[in-house]
């Protein structure tokens, strides 16, 4: 597509309870990312993932948290069992190699009641 | 990991004033990028300049690597120019392409 593409723009969820968001990257991206943004906080980073590399989970903040990417595309981020601190914006960026330009979508507002 | 720091955390412009933003870095990088934040949430890419000079429009960047900073200067701002700036880096080693983020100088031009 034209650009990073994010699904849903905003999702409320009742805590405990699981959630995923959707990132579609610029078509011939090799390299994605999550981060995260809490309200006036800057960038947190979550994951990456590169071509057929295994994914650099460092920033993962639990186990609750989980991410994959299909076919080198469509990358799927999941909560389980929602708390309250996990409301924040999530944003996933895509690049076409590393060491390149980083491109954003439009990010998920999550709000966990 | 590499610390980054912004000044100043906040801006306060007249429309048509000129200001200068600073990116601090903790440690060699081969990749620096500047980001704008819109009121909306949208991250726009400016600039991405590992080392020397570039402009683009009321926009320039320029990017001292062996002193570890990089300047974004804004020339007689607009409106439109408000919001967050971001400075990212990523570290010259192997197998981290990690892009971390300063806290970001909010910037407000008013009318």
């Known amino acids: 597509g034209a650009g990073v593409s994010q699904s849903p723009s905003n999702k409320v969820t009742e805590k405990g309870k699981d959630v995923e968001l959707r990132c579609d990257p610029i078509?011939?991206?090799?390299?994605l990312y999550w981060y995260r943004q809490s309200l006036g906080q800057g960038l947190e980073f979550l994951i990456y993932?590169?071509?057929?590399?295994?994914?650099?989970k460092s920033g993962l903040p639990s186990d609750r948290f989980s991410a994959e990417r299909t076919g080198g595309s469509v990358s799927t981020l999941t909560i389980q069992r929602t708390q309250q601190e996990d409301s924040a914006v999530y944003l996933c960026?895509?690049?076409?190699?590393?060491?390149?330009?980083?491109?954003f979508g439009s990010g998920t507002q999550l709000s966990v009641l | 990991g590499i610390q980054v720091e912004q000044s100043p955390p906040d801006l306060i412009l007249q429309e048509g004033a000129n200001s200068t933003l600073r990116c601090n870095f903790s440690?060699?990088?081969?990749?620096l990028q500047w980001f704008h934040q819109n009121p909306w949430g949208q991250l726009i890419n400016l600039f991405y300049?590992?080392?020397g000079t570039k402009q683009n429009g009321r926009l320039s960047a320029t990017t001292v690597a062996t002193e570890r900073y990089s300047l974004l200067y804004i020339s007689s701002s607009q409106t439109t120019d408000s919001g967050v700036y971001f400075c990212?880096?990523?570290?010259?080693?192997?197998?981290?392409?990690?892009?971390?983020f300063g806290a970001g100088t909010t910037v407000t031009v008013r009318a």
């Open positions: 960026a895509s690049r076409l190699r590393t060491v390149e330009k980083l491109f």
């Open positions: 300049i590992p080392s």
């Open positions: 990212a880096v990523e570290r010259s080693r192997s197998n981290d392409y990690k892009l971390s």
């Open positions: 440690d060699s990088v081969n990749n």
């Open positions: 993932f590169q071509g057929n590399s295994a994914p650099d």
């Open positions: 078509s011939g991206h090799t390299a």
